[in-house]
Antibody, heavy 120, light 108 residues
Framework: EVQLLESGGGLEQPGGSLRLSCAAS????????MNWVRQAPGKGLEWVSIISQSGDKTVYADSVKGRFTISRDNSRNTLYVQMNSLRAEDTAVYYCASTLGHKWEAFEIWGQGTMVIVSS | IVLTQSPGTLSLSPGERATLSCRASQTVTSNFLAWYQQKPGQAPRLLIYGVSSRATGIPDRFSGSGSGTDFTLTISRLEPEDFAVYYCQQYGGSPAWTFGQGTKVEIK
């Protein structure tokens, strides 16, 4: 079964840090670029970051640039995002999502999401 | 690129046709326009990519059309499981990936 499973969410104070993980199974992980997409409570979807299949290219949304770092370990079939200097506006469900095969135009496989709450 | 979806909410009955609109503030690069379905408490699901290509396992009652700045998702006959929120998404603008604000299709 094709699956993405996020973990690492929780409650963190403003200015703090969290590291999210996303474990992939059921597909060839290193064939897909991977993304983080977030959704604030009751709001729409916001793309956060992408990392290429090999990990040599990363792109970030302006809202997280300089604070978040995306990475991957293809030997462990796992995607990560290190989130530093957290702000209240980072509060959201964070989904990991694969691209559509080799095409970067859409997000095909999604995890169930992990909730991050930034609050004092 | 800003994507504006309309209407915000669509109230329809099962068996009816649903027409959802997505308008872009600039021409969408190479027609890289996708649609997603999201049910409460669930992750989004890819329905349509490249304006009109159905993703794997998506029934043919879902269809996409459009070009340039105006795009449409049509559900030919609503099934009970189709009542959800639908998002359009573009690739290639700045920022590279953006979503519309969503259209809720609710049971009338």
């Amino acid at each position: 079964e094709v699956q993405l499973l996020e973990s690492g969410g929780g409650l963190e104070q403003p200015g703090g840090s969290l590291r999210l993980s996303c474990a992939a199974s059921g597909f060839t992980f290193n064939n897909y670029a991977m993304n983080w997409v977030r959704q604030a409570p009751g709001k729409g979807l916001e793309w956060v970051s992408i990392i290429s299949q090999s990990g040599d290219k990363t792109v970030y949304a302006d809202s997280v640039k300089g604070r978040f770092t995306i990475s991957r370990d293809n030997s462990r079939n796992t995607l990560y995002v290190q989130m530093n200097s957290l702000r209240a506006e980072d509060t959201a469900v964070y989904y990991c999502a694969s691209t559509l095969g080799h095409k970067w135009e859409a997000f095909e496989i999604w995890g169930q999401g992990t909730m991050v709450i930034v609050s004092s | 690129i800003v994507l504006t979806q309309s209407p915000g909410t669509l109230s329809l009955s099962p068996g009816e046709r649903a027409t959802l609109s997505c308008r872009a503030s600039q021409t969408v690069t190479s027609n890289f326009l996708a649609w997603y379905q999201q049910k409460p408490g669930q992750a989004p699901r890819l329905l349509i990519y490249g304006v009109s290509s159905r993703a794997t396992g998506i029934p043919d009652r879902f269809s996409g059309s459009g070009s340039g700045t105006d795009f449409t998702l049509t559900i030919s006959r609503l099934e009970p499981e189709d009542f959800a929120v639908y998002y359009c998404q573009q690739y290639g603008g700045s920022p590279a990936w953006t979503f519309g604000q969503g259209t809720k299709v609710e049971i009338k």
